[in-house]
């Protein structure tokens, strides 16, 4: 069942078993406010085993250009298209926030970001290969992100989010 995130009014709804919830729940809400705001649209998550082709479209993505697979389960997903943008989100139970922006023109912009929520430890798998920038937000506290470029071709994840 998809779940429309508030940014004014955070709820940990779908993110209970992280030891993070509250702090991924934050950092959920501080996504949601970003695509309120800059494209003026609702940030529109699922369950991640509601959405088995937007989990796989990053996972894919993640082994093919870094060889990276994340231990942590994912929680939600959500992909959606905004500002000729499609973006895809996937929440993993370790408070790890993966974001895949794709430019929808030709030469645009295409990266993989990585958001770590308050309080959780770089994930092993990326500790040694990404330095992790540190970002002030009032709805999740400190984040951590970092991020690499996506040199190869993938298909657009059609596994869309929005209802």
């Not at 729940?25 to 959405?51: C, I, M, Q």
């Not at 479209?57 to 250009?65: G, P």
């Not at 770089?122 to 990404?130: G, H, K, N, Q, S």
Request: charged share 25%; proline share 4%.
């Amino acid at each position: 069942m998809s779940h429309t995130v508030d940014f004014q009014d955070v709820s940990t709804a779908g993110l209970e078993s992280s030891p993070h919830a509250e702090a991924l729940a934050g950092l959920r809400a501080h996504e949601a406010r970003y695509f309120r705001t800059k494209y003026d649209h609702a940030l529109v998550t699922r369950p991640a085993d509601e959405a088995p082709e937007v989990v796989a479209y990053v996972a894919r993505i993640l082994a093919e250009e870094r060889d990276l697979e994340i231990a942590s389960p994912p929680l939600e997903a959500a992909s959606f298209e905004a500002g000729g943008i499609r973006w895809t989100e996937v929440f993993h139970e370790s408070g790890l926030a993966v974001n895949v922006l794709w430019t929808l023109e030709d030469g645009g912009k295409r990266a993989v970001g990585f958001k770590l929520a308050e309080g959780m430890e770089v994930p092993a798998e990326l500790a040694d290969r990404f330095r992790f920038a540190r970002q002030r937000s009032k709805l999740a506290g400190t984040i951590r992100g970092s991020y690499f470029v996506i040199k190869g071709e993938y298909e657009v994840s059609t596994g869309s989010t929005d209802s």
